[in-house]
Nanobody, 128 residues
Framework: QVRLVESGGGLVQAGGSLRLSCAAS????????MGWFRQAPGKEGEFVVA?????????????YYATSVKGRFTISRDNAKNTLDLQMNSLKPEDTAVYYC????????????????WGQGTQVTVSS
């Protein structure tokens, strides 16, 4: 079992930066793939199904990014502290969404339905 709590969301102007953090508890954190998903406003459906893959990092440190954020976002994890971060730079209005921290047993897949544990989400709003 893994419990996830996000923090760090907020309102920022286009071109600005935000850093999201996720605090995890549970024995399996260090062996889990960790990631960030987002659900844009107006996107219908239960949040797990409607969430878009943003970035992930495997237990060994391999990183994966959605094309839309590559070069702007950086994901990192600290297995000693059980934390996951997402540094977001050069933010755009289309990055506005609720961002969810997620954990998955096994290897990375971008489909949200395959992820096992989810945080409650944190709002990121980018104004133009």
């Amino acid at each position: 079992q893994v419990r996830l709590v996000e923090s760090g969301g907020g309102l920022v102007q286009a071109g600005g930066s935000l850093r999201l953090s996720c605090a995890a508890s549970g024995r399996t954190f260090s062996s889990s793939t960790m990631g960030w998903f987002r659900q844009a406003p107006g996107k219908e459906g239960e949040f797990v199904v409607a969430s878009e893959f943003v970035a992930a990092v495997s237990w060994s440190g391999s990183t994966y990014y959605a094309t839309s954020v590559k070069g702007r976002f950086t994901i990192s994890r600290d297995n000693a502290k059980n934390t996951l971060d997402l540094q977001m730079n050069s933010l755009k209005p289309e990055d506005t969404a609720v961002y969810y921290c997620a954990a998955k047993v096994g290897s990375m897949v971008p489909q949200s339905r395959s992820w096992d544990y989810w945080g409650q989400g944190t709002q990121v709003t980018v104004s133009s």
